[in-house]
């Protein structure tokens, strides 16, 4: 009989073990699926330059998302601005600040090479507006011109949430 009352024990025991072991299991995946959940240092998004040869891929990833996510941006924009000379408004310059995205923006270009002088400033765009037919704060000489786009994701107090970096091109014709 005491060999029953000992299989029994036994037995409780085993089974307090095998929960003791499903709890301790189950605490781990939920440690580890939070980690994987927050961004370490490792897995920060950092901002992507667009330029010609990756802007369908970009593009492809932002057609894709369903929301964008507080202080990041779907850009909207012609890559290749024409101005028939230095001082006048572009004929194909276009930024639009979709209605899709969470912030108002402002932006400003650079000569890629010389990124401490911007050659034009935007006013803010607000979201579901767009920006034609700009006119360079700084006259260009006639060629093409390598440049970056810096857009400034502001809030409520136009203060900057974010920015985005863009390559693209811009042509002064006469």
């Known amino acids: 009989m005491s060999e029953k009352r000992l299989g029994k024990k036994g037995m409780v025991f085993i089974a307090i073990g095998m929960v003791v072991i499903i709890l301790l299991l189950g605490i ?12 370490s240092p490792e897995e920060v998004k950092r901002n992507v330059v667009v330029n ?12 894709s998302q369903e929301y964008v996510e507080p202080g990041y941006y779907s850009a909207s924009m012609t890559t290749t601005w024409h ?21 108002d923006i402002y932006f400003d270009v650079f000569l890629a090479e010389q990124e401490d002088e911007p050659i034009y400033q935007s006013p803010v765009i607000p979201r579901g507006s767009e920006l034609d037919e700009v006119i360079l704060d700084k006259s260009l000489d006639v060629g093409s011109h390598d440049c970056i ?17 863009v ?8």
Do not use: C, P, W
């Open 28 to 39: 781990i995946a939920a440690l580890l699926l939070k980690r994987q959940g927050s961004d």
């Open 83 to 103: 101005f028939e000379t230095g001082d006048a408004a572009s004929r194909d310059a276009y930024v639009a600040n979709v209605a899709e995205n969470t912030n």
């Open 149 to 165: 786009m810096i857009y400034h994701l502001i809030n409520e107090n136009q203060e900057t949430v974010s920015t985005l970096r």
């Open 52 to 63: 010609q040869s990756n802007a369908e891929e970009i593009a492809g990833e932002m057609i």
């Open 167 to 174: 390559a693209f091109t811009i042509v002064i014709e006469n």
